[in-house]
């Protein structure tokens, strides 16, 4: 999940009123947003699904809806003259279809202001995004373009890309920067580059690298946000919720044009959708009863404009909000608003018996046994190795279990196709404890029929001790099998694990289902199990 | 008592101490009737004993073995170097152990044309192992040879493979009566006969202990305790979780550890570029690969509901990725599908509301240190019934909680499947502990709205409930890839 910092002393500055840490932070907690950590200037809060609280003008503004501080709900917008449009050519509708565009004016940015901004915009196109995948946005010094604008696919040219001093071409950008490695995929097909450009040359290769051009400074005060992508849902969005962030720091926002070849509209559209619900189901849905005007306030404190229509409420959902997707969030953020702690437990009425898998309580009375029969229980993660699962035991691996397409570790490779390497690894790490230890574990394990994973359930046990031999163990096996009236068979058998002519198979309706005897000395070494070891493994699915 | 017993209590009443030497030729007992006898007193706290002790060492059976031949390894060595063997005929139990040894110090290497010596096994072959001399040397010098060998590393390697055993003898110095000795002689006076030791089937059928006493036994000496097999601390909590579970009316159900991304991300409305589907967080497989989906109509409403929802394209070939699953609600989920299914065909076949749950093993890929674990357990619960709300799912988990002692609060949180989302925490010390997710399931998943059917959900981790009811342990790690000690030292309180 991706973590959010913010700066507090800025947070205080938007927020323009005094509020002590506590008091922040469980009206945080309260809006569902948990806090990671909080240091002296530094508040880290982990969340996914609100990309408008990635800005600190965006928390501070829920805050202060939250905590009844704001009503304004209305962010207007100015409209530029009408040479401000991007019109969009015909190259790049394969490529990175969508643009959109604001124009800020009138800004006075100090560092702190750069520096968010820079910050909003990066974490804004990396997770909401997609890592620029579904959309990224770039800033332009508004005294160094030359409207009108076009944003198409090019074949390659030349321009100085920001922080460079020398011009290169669009195909040396995408080899020999570190952000055309990453994203030029995005920005390229068949020798073709989106671009940015206005009168003057290329802004912007996108969604790589600005122009140096168009760089923009503290000096700047009038600035050109594009905003590209490949949903033109997601990217119209993303307009509306930077003009409320740039309002909310003050500055003034103004609409461009966009121009398909059908027309040309304005962007930002500054649309928030309309819900209606009745009051009835929501109360249902939270299971408490509020009033109309309640609804109202508790919307408000959400920062939706809420009215009256007869018995249902009509919420305007905030511009800037992206995540809202219908009346389901709507409901969530009024319980949120009216308050976990006071929505009271309601039982449900029933009377179902409850009933356990028939499987599970068997393995639990097999258990059972198996501690009857002195043996403890251990719990083993189902993941592992080769080495421990096959070569510490002597076995040649194939290609018939479940693999790990990514592990981190080479610990962690695959899943474990029998229990016993799990068990002799606990005795090598029991070699300091009193003997004799026996041991024994009753849990999955899994491999491959062409191709499906096959899941099953083992049950393996051992017994470390000086003087164990192989009669120990079959004489606990069968009376594990006496209990469980397992109709098998131990018969002679082979099995690298174990020492030659101290292993048996063990045979049920003429098919073997398992192995018990002694295990192999150079086995025990490999785990370092320094005392005689015995042991049994069956699948118990199949017997 | 027995007379030799009391023989020497005697004694010890009179001259209160005596060395042992003399305490023999006072009783007239021989040496081991003497020790016998005095260990008894001891064990019964009736003498005080001095014990001077030093050092021996013996060889064991095996070790008296070898010395009397050779070192297994030395004499594959040695036959080796006269030409003599050959891989397959290394079958014995005794072959197997040289091999191992051979193979370790680097005497032997085995490739495709069998064993051979290397340089060092045949320098070896002819001046013969230094392991090989200690042995016999011990054997026969005893201590002196001991003495010479047992701070270096041949020893150490005699002593590992238990070929030679060094413990502390005592020698009996002086034997003193205590105040128990002194009551206890005087306590046989009065019975005036033998008491009896241990009882035995024909004592019970004979009766002959009618009448007479029985020996006491110092009953308060210190014992080696027994070591009382167990089941595993988180199985037994399991358990716990099920009939808490059971208790309340649900119904276990049970599914697949290795699924499609579909069942564990897509139908649970997670979008498929959402962080928790990346690399960095899930394991995917490379063997299967890919599995299929089966019900192509709940495919085709899926991808309509994610492509409005996240305004992306949705893939199939990205829902088909196998995984082990990540919770258990893929599990719950698969269910829940099927439920509604088939109350929408049959509105009469379930009383409503259904409740199930499941336990079960999830993945995540983790790096694995003292918190973290790459599987673990989840008890993920789920209740679908008609108009079901925000308090009465507060209102389970309070229950289900309380069941196992924990109590909890609710907090919002939001996860991409439930809508509203919770996050219940408890109290931890001064810091509130987050314990898990719940909320009602979404529409787009359910394909039915929230006034003909609702679900409630949630997902807790098993491990949190146990760290939480047992300070003893620390970690969460700690409770898997155990050593027998630890699972020794856990109260089962």
Redesign the interface.
Known sequence: ??ISKYNKKYLAEKLGFEIDDKTLFRNM????L?IERATKDEIDVE????PDLLSTVGLARAVKYFMRRSREFDYKVGTEESKFVINVGSHVGKIRPFIAGLVVRNMQLREEDLLEIINFTEKLSE?YG?RR??MALGLHDLRDVSPPFFYDAYEDEEFIPLNRQKRMRYSEVMKGDERGRKYGALGEKEKRYVALKDARGTMSVIPIINSERTRITRTTTDMLVDITG??K??IEKTADLLAANFIDMGYDVSTILVDYGRGAYAIPKMEGAEITIPLE?MN?????AIGFNNVILLANKMGYEASLVGTKIRFRVPTYRLDV?NE??V??DV??AYG??Y??????P????????A??EER?RI??I??????????????TNEDVNFKKMRLESK?N?????????E??TM?RTWLMPSLL???G??M???MP???FELD?A?D?HV???N?KYHLAAVTCNAGVNFNDVKAAFEGLAEKLEIKCEVKKADHKSF??GRCAGIEVNQKNVGFLGEI???VL?SFGV?EPTVGFEINLDAI | MHRHERAILEILKKEKKLDFETLMKETGLGKDAAMWAVSNLFSRGSVEAIIEGKEIVALTEEGKKYAANELPEQKLIRKLAAGEVVLDELKGNEDQIALIWAKKKGLVEIGKKGISLTEKGSKAAKEGLPEDKALKEINAGGLDAYAKYKNNEIFKELEKRKLVTREGKGELKEVMITQHGVLELASDMQSGGEEIEALDRSMLSSRVWAGKKFKAYNVEAPVEAKEAAVRHPLRNLINEIRQAYLSLGFTEVTGPVIDSSFWVFDYLFMPQHHPARGMQDTFFLSRPRELEIKDRELVKRIKEEHEKAWHSEWSEATARLAVPRTHMTSVTGRYMHEIIETIQKEPDKYELPVKIFSVGRVFRNENIDFKHLADFYQMDGMMIGKQLTLANLFDVLLKLYSRLGIRISFKPSFFPYVEPGVEAYTKFGDSELELFGAGMIRNEITGVKRNSLSVLAWGPGVERVMLLRNEKIGSIASMYNTNIGWLRSMSMK
Do not use: C
């Not at chain 1, 249902?284 to 408490?288: A, S």
């Not at chain 1, 693999?403 to 981190?408: L, V």
């Open positions: 999940m991706p907690g309260n809006m569902g948990s969340f996914w699904n609100r997770t997609v995948e579904l490949t949903s849902y997601i189901q249902k849905e939270i299971g408490v997707i389901q969030d409901i969530e319980a949120v976990y702690d929505i009271q437990p309601i039982p449900v029933a009377t179902q018996v409850g009933k356990p898998q499987k599970e639990n258990g059972e198996m501690v009857g029969l002195g043996y403890s229980e251990m719990l083993n993660s189902y993941l290609d279990y479940v693999t790990i397409a990514n592990p981190k570790t610990t962690l899943l690894k606990n005795l790490q029991s300091h404890d009193k230890i026996s041991i999955m899994f491959l191709n499906e994973p899941e020492i030659e192999h000395p150079e070494t320094e």
